[in-house]
C-alpha cells in the first residue's frame, strides 16, 4: 500500500473514534463509501449530516468564502436565499435562509469577522496538502490569510448551536482537525509557528484561537504516521470509553467488533 490521500476530518474521525471511522468509510454506513480523496469541506458535512444542519453550514460557509472586503454585506441576503432555492425545497426554505442570515450577518458584526476580512493574502476554501511519508495528507481551510505578524494564519467556521458554557468542551472537540490545518500550513509555509481560529458562529464575538509551535508540530505527524500505519493494518479497536451518545454502544462497551481484513 501507499499513495493515500486521507482528509483531515477522515484522520480526526480515527484519532477519536477508530470504529467510527471503520463503520463510515470502511463499511460505508450513513452513506456511500468515502473515497480517499474526498474533499474535506464534503466530509465535514458529510458528519453533520444532510438535513437542515448540514445544509446550513454548507450554505453559511459557501457565502462566507465569497464576502467581499471592500462591501462585504453586498446582496449577502439575495446570494442566500439563491442558494437555498437551489439546495433546499420550499417548505423549510424560510427558516433556512433565516439561519444563514443569523450567522453571516454575526459574522459581519463581530470585531473578529471584521478583522479577518481585512487581513492582506486571504485565500478562502483553500484546500492544502503535503506529503507524509508515502501518503498525503490534505485539508480544506475556511480562510487562511496574513496576520498581523506577517505569518500565515487561519480560521475555521462552526456553525454549532451552543451556549457559552459549551464551547470550551465543543472547542476541544475541534482541536484535532485544527491541528492537522495547523501541520500543514506550517508544512507548505514553513513556518514554526501557526495560529488558528475557531470562530463558532452563534457565538462568534468570543473566537478561540490557539497556538502550535514546533513541539506541537512533532506529535501531530506522530499522530498521523501512527494512525495511517493503523488503518493501513486494518486494526480499528474500539476506544476504552465509549462515545457519548453512540448508538453502537450498550452504556459501558462498544459493541461493534470490527472484522480485521
Known amino acids: 500500500r501507499g499513495g493515500e490521500t486521507y482528509s483531515a476530518t477522515r484522520l480526526k474521525t480515527f ?23 474526498q474533499d474535506d469541506e464534503v466530509e465535514e458535512d458529510r458528519e453533520e449530516g444532510v438535513g437542515l444542519a448540514g445544509l446550513e453550514g454548507e450554505i453559511t ?11 462585504p454585506e453586498a446582496s449577502v441576503a439575495a446570494r442566500i436565499s439563491a442558494l437555498v432555492r437551489v439546495r433546499h425545497a ?28 481585512t487581513r492582506p493574502g486571504a485565500r478562502t476554501e483553500y484546500q492544502i496538502s503535503a506529503l507524509l511519508g508515502d501518503a498525503v495528507v490534505m485539508g480544506k481551510i475556511d ?12 480560521v475555521d467556521y462552526k456553525t454549532d448551536g451552543l451556549s457559552p458554557g459549551q464551547m470550551a468542551s465543543r472547542a476541544e472537540a475541534h482541536k484535532t482537525q485544527i491541528a492537522i490545518y495547523a501541520y500543514l ?6 513556518q514554526s509557528v501557526v495560529r488558528g481560529t475557531l470562530l463558532f458562529l452563534k457565538l462568534a464575538s ?24 493503523t488503518i493501513r493494518k486494518g486494526t480499528f479497536t474500539p476506544p ?3 462515545c457519548r451518545g453512540c448508538p453502537s454502544t450498550n452504556g459501558k462497551v462498544c459493541t461493534v467488533v470490527p472484522a480485521i481484513p
Open 15 to 37: 484519532i477519536e473514534c477508530p470504529v467510527q471511522y471503520y463503520l463510515a468509510y470502511v463499511l460505508g454506513i450513513g452513506g456511500e463509501r468515502v473515497q480517499p480523496a
Open 61 to 71: 460557509h459557501q457565502v462566507l468564502s465569497e464576502l467581499d472586503a471592500a462591501d
Open 90 to 117: 420550499a417548505a423549510a426554505a424560510s427558516r433556512l435562509e433565516s439561519r444563514v442570515l443569523e450567522n453571516v450577518s454575526a459574522f459581519l458584526c463581530s470585531a473578529a469577522g471584521r478583522t479577518i476580512l
Open 143 to 154: 480562510r487562511l490569510f496574513r496576520g498581523e505578524d506577517g505569518l500565515m494564519e487561519f
Open 185 to 190: 500550513v506550517s508544512r507548505l509555509y514553513a
Open 206 to 229: 468570543a473566537p478561540v484561537t490557539v497556538h502550535f509551535g514546533v513541539e506541537e508540530f512533532s506529535a501531530v505527524e506522530k499522530l498521523l504516521l501512527g494512525s495511517i500505519d
Open 240 to 242: 476504552p470509553v465509549p
